[in-house]
Nanobody, 114 residues
Framework: QVQLVESGGGLVQPGGSLRLSCAAS????????MSWYRQAPGKEREFVAS????????NYADSVKGRFTISRDNAKNTVYLQMNSLKPEDTAVYYC???????WGQGTQVTVSS
């Protein structure tokens, strides 16, 4: 079955950290650029970060640059998002995407609150 399954979300205090994971199945994961997006309540879904198929190239939204790190393990068919120095405005549902396939996961909720 072709799918992406995110995990690792939760409630964290401002300044804290979380690591999201996105496990892929049913397609050749190592062939595809992968991305993370997020959608806050009442807002449009927005780009967070992307990583090339080999992992050699990454891109970040300005709002997360220097705080978030995207990585991947092609042997495990998994892409990660390490989120540090979290802020309340990072609260959103986080989705991973296999870009060329247009395939989305179901999302994982991240809430940053004291």
């Amino acid at each position: 079955q072709v799918q992406l399954v995110e995990s690792g979300g939760g409630l964290v205090q401002p300044g804290g950290s979380l690591r999201l994971s996105c496990a892929a199945s049913g397609f050749r994961f190592s062939y595809y650029t992968m991305s993370w997006y997020r959608q806050a309540p009442g807002k449009e879904r927005e780009f967070v970060a992307s990583i090339s198929s080999s992992g050699g190239s990454t891109n970040y939204a300005d709002s997360v640059k220097g705080r978030f790190t995207i990585s991947r393990d092609n042997a495990k068919n998994t892409v990660y998002l390490q989120m540090n120095s979290l802020k309340p405005e990072d609260t959103a549902v986080y989705y991973c995407k296999a870009n060329s396939l247009g395939l989305w996961g179901q999302g994982t909720q991240v809430t940053v609150s004291s």
